[in-house]
């Protein structure tokens, strides 16, 4: 099985109400505990690869090692993906790298000019057969717009608008901000998603996939892990994994994790270095966090209820 396009396994998410897990990788170790983990629960997956990534990585060696990772599990559907892409040449760019999905997120920009920006992106990507995700709304959490300078709704996602979007640009999913953000300081207070907003996209628009960003969990364990050993993160929070799987059931097909995998390797890392003083073996402590990360993504998949999913999308 080569890579795939997001498009079947949307589909399958849609119609059968769960989501695909988007991971965000940025080096071996990262790639393979979560390929390690779709591998064993037979899971759909979606690579992405941010700019930065790119940058810190090379391109070269990340597409190397994910054409390894799909000619290992011929059995499992791997898109990959350009995630946050700033520029209509940045993600021209990635088509030709290879990738099967490009997001274009000129989201900061005025609609027209979102619109612009993403049709000409749809236009190439298409010919090459490449699916586009999109962006329309500021992502960010609630109570921090409240005491901001204007009133929630203008941030989040108008699903008027969204509709309208969707028809100019011809965009294949796309992402709506309905109260999360990225990091790992999401809430000051308690968490809280616009559901209603999903809701209301999906009658709008039925049967298009839609994407949650900034859906880290800030799971317990490895920020008290952080925190035991050294590091310093007391306030951070994240979106609790029950409002995650509610989102999925009211129509979120693509669930986008970074921070988490981020702080299961910091955990590792932080606790292999204060136990054992003396190792200096980047093996000793890598090998951990992607274990770490192996574990941590197989709990995700079944949070996105996409555990046992990759036949069906294939
Ligand atoms: O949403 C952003 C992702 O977490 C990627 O972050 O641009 O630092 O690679 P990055
Ligand atoms: P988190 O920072 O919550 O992991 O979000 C990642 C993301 O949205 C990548 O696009
Ligand atoms: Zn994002």
Redesign the pocket.
């Known amino acids: 099985m080569p890579l795939v396009t997001t498009k079947k396994m949307f589909q399958m998410a849609y119609k059968n109400g769960y989501a695909i897990g988007a991971f ?1 990788v ?1 080096n071996m170790e990262i790639t393979q505990g979560i390929v390690d983990a779709v591998a064993e629960e037979k899971t759909p997956l979606i690579l992405q690869i ?4 790119r940058q810190y990585a090379k391109m070269s060696y990340l597409k190397a090692i994910i054409d390894v990772a799909v000619r290992e599990n011929p059995d499992i559907p791997i898109a990959i993906h350009l ?2 892409g700033d520029s209509v040449e940045l993600c021209k760019q990635c088509v030709d790298d290879g990738f099967t999905s490009v997001m274009i997120d000129a989201s900061h920009l005025p609609f027209e000019q979102n619109v612009e920006m993403t049709r000409q992106v749809v236009e190439y990507a298409h010919k090459h057969g490449v699916v586009v995700e999109a962006e329309l709304g500021q992502l960010g959490g609630i109570e921090e717009h409240v005491k901001g300078v204007d009133d929630v709704s203008k941030h989040l996602t108008d699903p008027e608008q969204a509709v309208k979007f969707v028809k100019l640009t011809g965009c294949d999913s796309l992402a709506v901000a309905v109260g999360t953000s ?1 990091g790992a300081y999401k809430f000051k207070a308690e968490p809280r998603l616009a559901y209603e907003v999903i809701e209301q996209i999906r009658k709008l628009l039925p049967g298009f996939p839609l994407v949650l ?1 900034g859906a880290s969990s800030v799971l317990k364990e490895f920020k008290d892990l952080i925190n035991k050993y050294g590091g310093k993160m007391p306030d951070a929070m994240g979106v609790p994994e029950e409002a995650i799987a509610k989102a999925v059931k009211m129509g979120i097909c693509k669930v ?1 994790i ?2 988490d995998l981020r702080m299961a390797l910091t955990a590792k890392i932080r606790q292999v270095f204060a136990e054992k003083p003396s190792e200096f073996d980047p093996r000793k402590y890598l090998g951990p966090g992607r274990e770490a990360i192996k574990e941590l993504v197989r709990h995700k998949l079944h949070v996105l209820g996409c555990a046992g999913k990759a036949a069906e999308c294939l």
Do not use: V
């Open positions: 965000n940025n941010s700019k930065g990534a995630d946050h990225h960003h986008n970074d921070t």
